[in-house]
Nanobody, 124 residues
Framework: QVQLVESGGGLVQAGDSLRLSCTTS????????MGWFRQAPGKEREFVAR????????FYADSVKDRFTISKDNAKGTVYLQMNRVKPEDTAIYYCAGSRYSVTGKRKSDYDYWGQGTQVTVSS
């Protein structure tokens, strides 16, 4: 099993920056892809960004491209989401996810492990 714990959420103002962290534990060597998703109130959980432990290939949702950056520290088993120039529409619970397979990683169904989420609220 793999455990994922998100941290770094909070209340920020539009235009600010925030960095989320996802700390992994357990059989992290069984994961290949790591991703970030978010879910706003009343909406479906949506893809934000993904990377892989080896190679670091990244994909982003169009809504966050050029503002958010996903990165990783293999030695620490930690994945980050740097959020710059945040907007009120970025308000959501942000979830970290891990996949055992080499997949595109843009769908919820691509992932096997999920964290509990961290709340990000952006005020205007």
């Amino acid at each position: 099993q793999v455990q994922l714990v998100e941290s770094g959420g909070g209340l920020v103002q539009a235009g600010d920056s925030l960095r989320l962290s996802c700390t992994t534990s357990g059989r992290t060597s069984s994961t290949y892809i790591m991703g970030w998703f978010r879910q706003a109130p009343g909406k479906e959980r949506e893809f934000v960004a993904r990377t892989n432990w080896i190679g670091g290939v990244t994909f982003y949702a169009d809504s966050v491209k050029d503002r958010f950056t996903i990165s990783k520290d293999n030695a620490k088993g930690t994945v980050y989401l740097q959020m710059n120039r945040v907007k009120p529409e970025d308000t959501a619970i942000y979830y970290c996810a891990g996949s055992r397979y080499s997949v595109t990683g843009k769908r919820k169904s691509d992932y096997d492990y999920w964290g509990q989420g961290t709340q990000v609220t952006v005020s205007s």
